[in-house]
T-cell receptor, first 113, second 113 residues
Framework: DQQVKQNSPSLSVQEGRISILNCDYT??????FLWYKKYPAEGPTFLIS?????DKNEDGRFTVFLNKSAKHLSLHIVPSQPGDSAVYFC????????????FGTGTSLTVIP | KAGVTQTPRYLIKTRGQQVTLSCSPI?????VSWYQQTPGQGLQFLFE???????NKGNFPGRFSGRQFSNSRSEMNVSTLELGDSALYLC????????????FGPGTRLTVL
């Protein structure tokens, strides 16, 4: 049972434009959400996180939005750069489950120069 | 500070065999989690160890087991390998249990023939 879903397996965006990656979850107990970026032959690297007490968190070109009522979060990358081309995973956890994170299936982002 | 290391990086086994994978966390990190990544399934949580004790376990059969040593290094064992066990196995470490940001190793690519 996939509790975290990324329904778009791939996304292509022109350099300089906005990239929007989406993630939906089903478990209303989730209260902490993260985005990871993964390059081929490397492990995922942490990008940005948000707790359920917030609805937005920014870090440079990356902003994560959380809509708790819709059980939806999104990652905005502005402006997109070719180096952003990677697979992006969203993940969610509950303080009740410690470090047990539930990951989505990933969205492969391609930024076209 | 050295990152998370995993050995071996690649492994080829045949059905019915068993395999042991190793993970060395970042120095000072006491929590180690293991994930299985397969196409279309994303990262599936296997288990988490903290201070040599298994704290959380995902929904995998008993053929998957692990342990953690006093120096926080962890091993994962899969017995009676099946074709469906072919995957990338990722290890992630964090300073404490429940920490949001995990640091991933590059993974071990297991192929079962």
């Amino acid at each position: 049972d996939q509790q975290v879903k990324q329904n778009s397996p791939s996304l292509s965006v022109q350099e300089g434009r906005i990239s929007i990656l989406n993630c939906d979850y089903t478990n209303s107990m989730f209260d902490y959400f993260l985005w990871y970026k993964k390059y081929p032959a490397e492990g995922p690297t942490f990008l940005i996180s948000i707790s359920s007490i917030k609805d937005k968190n920014e870090d440079g070109r990356f902003t994560v939005f959380l809509n708790k009522s819709a059980k939806h979060l999104s990652l905005h990358i502005v402006p997109s750069q070719p180096g952003d081309s990677a697979v992006y995973f969203c993940a969610a956890s509950s303080t009740n489950t410690g470090n047990q994170f539930y990951f989505g299936t990933g969205t492969s982002l391609t930024v076209i120069p | 500070k050295a990152g998370v290391t995993q050995t071996p990086r690649y492994l080829i086994k045949t059905r019915g065999q068993q395999v042991t994978l190793s993970c060395s966390p970042i120095s000072g990190h006491r929590s180690v989690s293991w994930y299985q990544q397969t196409p279309g399934q994303g990262l599936q949580f296997l288990f988490e160890y903290f201070s040599e004790t298994q704290r959380n376990k995902g929904n995998f059969p008993g053929r998957f087991s692990g342990r953690q040593f006093s120096n926080s290094r962890s091993e994962m064992n899969v017995s009676t390998l099946e074709l469906g066990d072919s995957a990338l196995y990722l290890c992630a470490s964090s300073f404490r249990q429940g920490a949001g940001e995990q640091f991933f190793g590059p993974g071990t690519r297991l192929t079962v023939l």
